[in-house]
């Protein structure tokens, strides 16, 4: 699959004088926390300093305490176990649905004449537009925000599925021909490893649709949840519980996308690709 | 094909006779039943029931009662589009604009304020605005959302001062949120009627900006009302709970009036976790609840209201009276009353 495109590089240089490397160097375990960390030093010395505005952006260990408070009067953690469980059951059912029709719709004609224009048209179409339409069909309780959330998962995973069962490389498909391997062989060796690049990007994407789309769902009729407490806070003119629930979203974003990451790492681990 | 068409279409015959004759239809003059029958549901648009528990009468209720935290003009109007909702909690304004746009729905109890000096909003004027009084409108950009409350108050002190339309800058923002306080913070607009916690937030935060607080005096904005969709009125059923509903919630207005404390304590901060101090300003801009006995003030206020806003929006006006459900005049006020 890989062929040492570093090596022939290096002969294409007519006069470098040197070996150069031109793939990136060896990655440190943790390096993408440099951004993050640097902009919470940032945002520390200016709250600090007062070059930023209270009223505007709190100080970053207003989360901290407020949070604590707010764990202490036993509001956090219901709240974000409410939300979670949207996320989780829109999670599933769109993964489902997203990976299902991805491959009816990658592997087969049909399938994709059926099915792909239909995405591609809908996918334009913004959530927050449909909410209104969604209460006319789901109503306004738990069946209408876990549909939102699946839908919102949909597109990511279909989308990156079927584009990367449509990508694989011809040259594996007459191979597995001359091999004269059975479709389900075909579907084992061939059609899955060139897929789940494609679906893990996909679910990458998903895992932080559906936090975002429980955003959403939260602002209608709902009595717990994260939403419910951001609102809240809203209404009440309470900043510092609003940057709490911000802080909890990052955090239940990058923690979700960790994981995902981490999952990548294992099934992917034959690719040898320039992130080393 | 001709026989499977053929049963189709009367198999759907059967099912429009069928959904036709399930519920039969309470004319909107027919006196009101009082017996619910058993298995009712009512999905009432409220942010708590928390009230009626404390005040004794969540439990007697002879209907299955689901709250939907969907309270105040746009949310309303919305879940009524969707029919999933059988009463509605907001103030007057939104029942208006409703029927302008088409939604047929009826005004089944009405809550006004004991205190009517002050109005419930106030104009948040912007820290670099330079206004002084109302009266220096005249020019400014001001926050404007035509089917609110907030809206129908900015029209009314143009009107007052001698302003018009013409002559501001209405910039239309639905009041949802913050979104007032914070285009008033960030210079946006220069003025927005602001009510209840955002109004001392406002002032505290940016007070020492130069952000002020103005008071429109002799303006009524207070009317807040439970309306149903007549659909809804016409199934006896829904019509009896509804009527039960309303006599609950008046004796839930009359117990929060009693028990401010009691109220303050149970719903903002440990429900809602408001601090105490902001929670008692909550409550007392809000007021003691005035549940008249009789719609005729009311109705007069509201035609007043229709009459204003169909000059100043274009569109039609109509009879007021058309709003309210007259059947159920007495129900609230009563309740409010009789509780012991």
Same mark, same amino acid.
């Given at each position: 699959m890989t062929e040492d495109p570093p090596q022939t590089a290096v002969k294409a240089g007519p006069s470098a004088p040197t070996h150069r490397r031109l793939s990136l160097k060896r990655g440190r375990a943790y390096g993408w926390v440099l951004g993050p960390v640097l902009l919470l030093a940032f945002w520390s010395l200016g709250a600090s300093l007062g070059w930023i505005d209270s009223r505007i952006l709190p100080a970053p260990w207003v989360a901290v305490t407020t949070g604590v408070r707010l764990i202490a009067e036993g509001r956090l953690l219901p709240n974000a176990l409410v939300s979670a469980q949207r996320a989780g059951t829109g999670l599933c059912c769109g993964i489902l649905a997203g990976l299902g029709l991805a491959l009816y719709s990658g592997l087969t004609r049909t399938g994709g004449y059926l099915i792909d224009g239909l995405v591609q048209i809908k996918r334009s179409i913004p959530i927050f537009a449909l909410m209104p339409f969604f209460m006319l069909w789901f109503g306004i309780g738990e069946t209408m925000k876990a549909t939102v959330i699946a839908v919102a998962v949909?597109?990511?995973?279909?989308?990156?599925?079927?584009?990367?069962?449509?990508?694989?490389?011809?040259?594996?498909?007459?191979?597995?021909?001359?091999?004269?391997?059975?479709?389900?062989?075909?579907?084992?060796?061939?059609?899955?490893?060139?897929?789940?690049?494609?679906?893990?990007?996909?679910?990458?994407?998903?895992?932080?649709?559906?936090?975002?789309?429980?955003?959403?769902?939260?602002?209608?009729?709902?009595?717990?949840?994260?939403?419910?407490?951001?609102?809240?806070?809203?209404?009440?003119?309470?900043?510092?519980?609003?940057?709490?629930?911000?802080?909890?979203?990052?955090?239940?974003?990058?923690?979700?996308?960790?994981?995902?990451?981490?999952?990548q790492g294992r099934l992917l681990s034959w690719q040898r690709t320039l992130a080393g | 094909m001709a026989t499977y068409f053929g049963r189709l279409m009367a198999v759907l015959g059967g099912i429009v006779v069928l959904s036709a004759g399930a519920t039969e239809s309470l004319p909107l003059d027919a006196p009101l039943?009082? !017996?619910?029958?058993?298995?009712? =549901?009512?999905?009432?648009?409220?942010?708590?029931?928390?009230?009626?528990?404390?005040?004794?009468?969540?439990?007697?209720?002879?209907?299955?009662?689901?709250?939907a935290n969907i309270t105040g003009g746009p949310g309303t109007i919305n879940a009524f589009h969707a029919k999933a909702l059988d009463i509605g909690t907001s103030q007057d304004?939104?029942?208006?604009?409703?029927?302008?746009?088409?939604?047929?729905?009826?005004?089944?109890?009405?809550?006004?304020? +004991?205190?009517?000096? !002050?109005?419930?909003?106030?104009?948040?004027?912007?820290?670099?605005?330079?206004?002084?009084?109302?009266?220096?409108?005249?020019?400014?950009?001001?926050?404007? !959302?035509?089917? +609110?409350?907030?809206?129908?108050? =900015?029209?009314?002190?143009?009107?007052?001062?001698?302003?018009?339309?013409?002559? =501001?800058?209405? *910039?239309?923002?639905?009041?949802?949120?913050?979104?007032?306080?914070?285009?008033?913070?960030?210079?946006?607009?220069?003025? /927005?009627?602001?009510?209840?916690?955002? =109004?001392?937030?406002?002032?505290?935060?940016?007070?020492?900006?130069?952000?002020?607080?103005? +008071? *429109?005096?002799?303006?009524?904005?207070?009317?807040?009302?439970?309306?149903?969709?007549?659909?809804?009125?016409?199934?006896? /059923?829904?019509?009896?709970?509804?009527?039960?509903? *309303?006599? /609950?919630?008046?004796?839930? +207005?009359?117990?929060i009036d009693t028990h401010r404390d009691q109220w303050i304590d149970a719903y903002y901060v440990q429900d809602q976790g408001v601090s105490l101090e902001d929670a008692r300003y909550i409550l007392n801009s809000q007021g003691s609840a005035d549940i008249p006995l009789t719609w005729n003030d009311a109705i007069a206020h509201e035609q007043q209201t229709i009459d204003f806003m169909a000059r100043e929006t274009g569109h039609k006006s109509f009879d007021a009276a058309t709003l309210f459900d007259r059947r159920f005049e007495t129900v609230a006020g009563a309740a409010y009353a009789q509780t012991p």
């Open positions: 949909f597109y990511p995973v279909y989308i990156h599925t079927h584009n990367a069962l449509r990508s694989i490389d011809l040259r594996y498909v007459e191979l597995a021909e001359t091999l004269r391997l059975s479709y389900a062989q075909f579907l084992r060796h061939i059609v899955l490893p060139g897929a789940l690049p494609g679906f893990l990007l996909g679910l990458r994407f998903a895992i932080v649709g559906a936090w975002l789309s429980v955003i959403v769902v939260e602002q209608t009729n709902a009595t717990r949840g994260i939403g419910y407490m951001v609102n809240l806070a809203i209404n009440y003119a309470q900043t510092d519980v609003m940057l709490v629930g911000l802080v909890l979203y990052a955090a239940l974003g990058v923690a979700s996308d960790c994981s995902v990451r981490l999952l | 039943p009082d !017996s619910v029958p058993p298995g009712t =549901v009512l999905r009432v648009g409220s942010s708590t029931d928390l009230s009626l528990k404390l005040a004794g009468v969540a439990d007697n209720l002879p209907f299955k009662l689901e709250v304004i939104p029942a208006i604009n409703a029927a302008w746009i088409g939604i047929d729905a009826k005004i089944v109890a009405i809550r006004l304020r +004991q205190n009517e000096a !002050s109005t419930l909003y106030r104009f948040g004027i912007a820290p670099k605005a330079h206004i002084d009084s109302l009266a220096d409108l005249r020019g400014k950009r001001i926050a404007y !959302s035509p089917g +609110q409350a907030q809206g129908a108050l =900015v029209l009314r002190t143009l009107a007052k001062y001698g302003i018009q339309k013409g002559e =501001v800058d209405l *910039v239309e923002l639905p009041s949802t949120g913050r979104a007032y306080t914070d285009a008033l913070a960030a210079n946006l607009v220069d003025a /927005a009627p602001i009510a209840g916690i955002n =109004v001392k937030r406002y002032e505290e935060n940016y007070g020492k900006d130069g952000a002020r607080i103005l +008071q *429109v005096a002799g303006i009524k904005d207070d009317p807040s009302i439970l309306w149903v969709r007549a659909e809804t009125l016409k199934d006896p /059923a829904k019509a009896a709970a509804i009527k039960a509903y *309303v006599r /609950a919630w008046a004796r839930a +207005q009359y117990w």
